[in-house]
T-cell receptor, first 115, second 112 residues
Framework: GAGVSQSPSNKVTEKGKDVELRCDPI?????LYWYRQSLGQGLEFLIYFQGNSAPDKSGLPSDRFSAERTGGSVSTLTIQRTQQEDSAVYLC?????????????FGQGTRLTVV | GESVGLHLPTLSVQEGDNSIINCAYSNSASDYFIWYKQESGKGPQFIIDIRSNMDKRQGQRVTVLLNKTVKHLSLQIAATQPGDSAVYFCAETKSSGDKLTFGTGTRLAVRP
């Protein structure tokens, strides 16, 4: 597709379970970002990948959160032992990166509900 | 840590009027400032950006103003339309393509 694709669009999980959220960025985009957005709130930075550089993980809220980006393309955000406070919309974005402009393209997000 | 914030959480304007959405930032090291629009149920969409060496930039019906002296950013929308109803976020970044730090957002409601 032409845009950033995230799956699943909705996920309901039981407290304590692990979840994986997937992001397919726009082809050719070297930068990939994960953000979290709680209801009616702003976007909280989680992690940033740029090319082959070490990712900026400074926004991950705890060691239950991790992310990887395979082959410089698809990224997976994993939340282990989910808690109710993890409920939010998780947004992924990609951009050309490397000084080629600031425009980041966002996916529709994954709405995570922990019950 | 340093962050980007907004003065007003909600803004209601009459259709056809001009809208002004404001934002205060605190990271003087930021080189780019960006405005995003988020419609309900969708991801944010880029509107316009401005580099720190500029004080004004115009797009289609939108103008962004940057005042580095008081660390203030604003988005002006001319002839506001119902389709402009959304939440608007300002964001900042140290360099083009780097991670973005977002503010909390302003909801713009357009009255018919």
């Amino acid at each position: 597709g032409a845009g950033v694709s995230q799956s699943p669009s909705n996920k309901v999980t039981e407290k304590g379970k692990d979840v994986e959220l997937r992001c397919d960025p726009i082809s050719g985009h070297t930068a990939l970002y994960w953000y979290r957005q709680s209801l009616g709130q702003g976007l909280e930075f989680l992690i940033y990948f740029q090319g082959n550089s070490a990712p900026d993980k400074s926004g991950l809220p705890s060691d239950r959160f991790s992310a990887e980006r395979t082959g410089g393309s698809v990224s997976t955000l994993t939340i282990q032992r989910t808690q109710q406070e993890d409920s939010a919309v998780y947004l992924c974005a990609s951009s050309l990166g490397g000084g080629y402009g600031t425009e980041a393209f966002f996916g529709q997000g994954t709405r995570l509900t922990v019950v | 840590g340093e962050s980007v914030g907004l003065h007003l959480p909600t803004l209601s304007v009459q259709e056809g009027d001009n809208s002004i959405i404001n934002c205060a930032y605190s990271n003087s090291a930021s080189d780019y400032f960006i405005w995003y629009k988020q419609e309900s149920g969708k991801g944010p969409q880029f509107i316009i950006d401005i580099r720190s060496n500029m004080d004004k930039r115009q797009g289609q019906r939108v103008t962004v103003l940057l005042n580095k002296t008081v660390k203030h950013l604003s988005l002006q929308i001319a002839a506001t339309q119902p389709g402009d109803s959304a939440v608007y976020f300002c964001a900042e970044t140290k360099s083009s393509g780097d991670k973005l730090t977002f503010g909390t957002g302003t909801r713009l409601a357009v009255r018919p």
